[in-house]
């Protein structure tokens, strides 16, 4: 089974910028795909942004143009670079990995994104 663990989540005011990580236990590049997600309270959880093994990259437009997902192969490690912050992107944060394994569907543990105006 792989394991996600995910870090960088924090306070910052609206405009300001943080970079979310997702370490996995396992080669990314054996992903079919990577995601993140996010839930605000009360909302169900949403794609945020996935990249492909191949390093396409689709984003919700809610964040288009803001967020970039990206992923250092050699360091099992995807990142989502978050600029502009608006306090609707307060969440918690999700990272999440497509395997070739379709009985093992691993989620971390979240990381919150506070966004204050």
């Known amino acids: 089974q792989v394991h996600l663990v995910e870090s960088g989540g924090g306070l910052v005011q609206a405009g300001g910028s943080l970079r979310l990580s997702c370490i996995a236990s396992?080669?990314?590049?054996?992903?079919?795909?990577m995601r993140w997600y996010r839930q605000a309270p009360g909302k169900p959880r949403e794609l945020v942004a996935r990249i492909t093994s191949g390093g396409s990259a689709n984003y919700a437009d809610s964040v288009k143009g803001r967020f970039t997902i990206s992923g250092d192969n050699a360091k099992n490690t995807v990142y989502l670079q978050m600029n502009s912050l608006k306090p609707e992107d307060t969440a918690v944060y999700y990272c999440?990995?497509?395997?070739?394994?379709?009985?093992?569907?691993?989620w971390g543990q979240g990381t919150q994104v506070t966004v204050s105006s």
């Open positions: 999440n990995a497509d395997t070739p394994n379709p009985f093992d569907d691993p």
């Open positions: 396992a080669s990314i590049s054996s992903m079919n795909a």
